[in-house]
């Protein structure tokens, strides 16, 4: 039984960890497949080849996903480097500038309608410990939160979110390539990917707690937007060329 409870618990905490990179997957997999069915479009609009169409597509899903999931990296280590910078900077404060330190977390608590001694009480308390001190200071007074994703984890889910949701759209183009379709190899294609913005929508509202008609929609009308654009600026060129 033991075993059991603690085996639940040990998964609850391991979804826990992943429910926080979910939000870098959403983002990740809307401009995956949106990039990359903006490449199908343009490439589809200028009648280009199954072959050319893979290898646009392809070229598209490694290159912005690797930038992206670079940038996602860099952004979160960034964010965790500048917060333990001002961790550092208050516990020197505490340990060289004790009385205005002391004096703020006071001024803190004043704030919050406290006086008299229950504040002196609370202000001893929270000075007594100089970890717990440094936690008030970085919330209170620099508002200021840790950062537990971590940059590989940030930068894995937006690039595993990339490839696959932007793979989507080049499914079907693969598939005739390997074994030929007879069929019309775009639309197929903006079904697919039509699909694709629906669920990605959906988690999107999920994530930032807004209508779910509303995110559905939104990522719907904006991926198609951008494939619109690119199948006619491709269908344009495609014109001026030849």
Do not use: C
Not at 73 to 98: F, G, P
Not at 158 to 175: D, E, H, K, Q
Not at 193 to 199: D, I, N, S
Not at 216 to 236: C, D, K, M, Q, R
Request: zero cysteines; proline letters at 1%; aromatic letters at 12%.
């Amino acid at each position: 039984m033991a075993q059991k409870q603690e085996l639940k618990i040990h998964g609850q905490s391991s979804f826990g960890k992943l429910q926080d990179y979910i939000g870098e997957f959403v983002y990740g997999g809307i401009d995956g497949s949106v990039t990359t069915f903006a490449v199908v479009a343009g490439s589809a609009g200028a009648g280009l080849e199954s072959s050319v169409v893979i290898i646009l597509g392809f070229a598209n899903l490694i290159a912005d996903g690797f930038a992206m999931s670079v940038g996602s990296y860099l952004s979160t280590k960034s964010e965790r480097e500048n917060y333990e910078k001002h961790k550092a900077i208050e516990y020197w404060e505490i340990e060289n500038l004790r009385e205005r330190e002391v004096e703020e977390v006071r001024e803190i608590y004043t704030n919050y309608g406290f006086k008299g001694q229950l504040l002196e009480d609370i202000v001893a308390h929270m000075t007594a410990d100089k970890d717990r001190w440094v936690e008030v200071m970085m919330k209170e007074e620099l508002e200021m939160q840790a950062e537990t994703k971590t940059p590989f984890g940030m930068g894995a889910a937006t690039f595993s979110a990339f490839v696959l949701m932007g793979f989507i759209p080049l499914l079907v183009y693969v598939w005739d390539y390997s074994a030929g379709l007879n069929a019309n190899l775009f639309l197929i294609s903006s079904i697919m990917t039509g699909f694709v913005f629906l669920a990605i929508g959906y988690l999107k509202s999920r994530v930032t707690g807004t209508s779910k008609i509303r995110g559905v929609l939104e990522t719907l009308i904006l991926g198609g937007a951008a494939a619109t654009l690119s199948y006619f600026v491709g269908n344009w060129l495609e014109k001026l060329i030849s």
